[in-house]
């Protein structure tokens, strides 16, 4: 479990920077204390189910990027062992596509209004 809360940490903290949120602000429109969101972030603690559904309201998110850890990780054969190794391009490319769906569910929110 200390993976999963690591890399959903991680991941939560690169998604509130692309959003431009501080914890502060993040934390505020969740409805938890800054001190809980770091310690969401650094992997300590995990979110509950309502703080889960706030944070993809907030940060406009499915849960499935909220999960996303790909980008932390690839899993690559050496003999017969697996072992994890971090790919930054992966990140790199994550970033440009979430950016994307961000953008584009903009534009469909924005015709939907017209």
Same mark, same amino acid.
């Given at each position: 479990?200390?993976?999963?809360?690591?890399?959903?940490?991680?991941?939560?903290? +690169?998604?509130?920077?692309?959003?431009?949120? #501080?914890? %502060?602000?993040?934390?505020?429109?969740?409805?938890?204390?800054?001190?809980?969101?770091?310690?969401?972030?650094?992997?300590? #603690?995990?979110?509950?189910? #309502?703080?889960?559904?706030?944070?993809?309201? $907030?940060?406009?998110?499915?849960?499935?990027?909220?999960?996303?850890? #790909?980008?932390?990780?690839?899993?690559?054969?050496?003999?017969? @062992?697996?072992?994890?190794?971090?790919?930054?391009?992966?990140?790199?490319?994550?970033?440009?596509?979430? +950016? %994307?769906?961000?953008?584009?569910?903009?534009?469909?929110?924005?015709? $939907?209004? @017209?």
């Amino acid at each position: 479990m200390n993976d999963i809360k690591n890399y959903f940490g991680k991941n939560l903290k +690169k998604i509130r920077r692309m959003r431009g949120f #501080s914890q %502060e602000v993040l934390a505020e429109k969740i409805g938890i204390y800054r001190r809980q969101l770091t310690r969401i972030e650094t992997g300590k #603690s995990f979110p509950s189910f #309502s703080t889960l559904d706030n944070l993809c309201e $907030a940060l406009e998110v499915s849960p499935t990027v909220l999960f996303d850890f #790909s980008d932390f990780y690839e899993v690559k054969k050496n003999g017969t @062992n697996n072992e994890l190794f971090y790919v930054a391009q992966k990140r790199q490319n994550n970033v440009i596509v979430l +950016k %994307e769906r961000l953008s584009q569910k903009r534009i469909d929110e924005q015709n $939907a209004q @017209n």
